[in-house]
């Protein structure tokens, strides 16, 4: 399985930007997906996760209320609508699909990622 992040760039604080992650082949009906981000000299972090069929979802404390999970079967394409973006935003964002039934926060509940895509906010 591969996965293709796309999306980042570099905005001003308040801007937004929608990221996009391309997974290589269908995932299986118990394949939750997630972001998580990794800022310079800090550990990675989870951002948001959503379960197959969109019906769960979860977004870490610091992106609820700006940020928005979403995913299109379909296309096998996961999706993050990042609103409101703050400087503290910026970092390296990846995308992973989790183990199986796992809809988690936790790393290591996710077994494939991408390269992640870069995003950085001014202020």
């Known amino acids: 399985v591969q996965l293709q992040a796309s999306g980042g760039g570099l905005v001003q604080a308040g801007d937004s930007l929608k990221l996009s992650c391309v997974v290589s082949?269908?995932?299986?009906?118990?394949?939750?997906m997630a972001w998580f981000r990794q800022a310079p000299g800090k550990e990675r972090e989870f951002v948001s996760s959503?379960?197959?069929?969109?019906?769960?979802?979860y977004y870490a404390d610091s992106v609820k209320g700006r940020f928005t999970i979403s995913r299109d079967n379909a296309k096998n394409t996961l999706y993050l609508q990042m609103n409101s973006l703050k400087p503290e935003d910026t970092a390296v964002y990846y995308c992973?699909?989790?183990?199986?039934?796992?809809?988690?926060?936790?790393?290591?509940?996710?077994?494939?990622w991408g390269q992640g895509t870069e995003v950085t906010v001014s202020s």
């Open positions: 992973g699909v989790g183990r199986s039934g796992f809809v988690g926060s936790e790393l290591s509940g996710y077994n494939y």
């Open positions: 082949r269908r995932t299986s009906s118990n394949n939750g």
């Open positions: 959503i379960s197959w069929n969109s019906s769960r979802k």
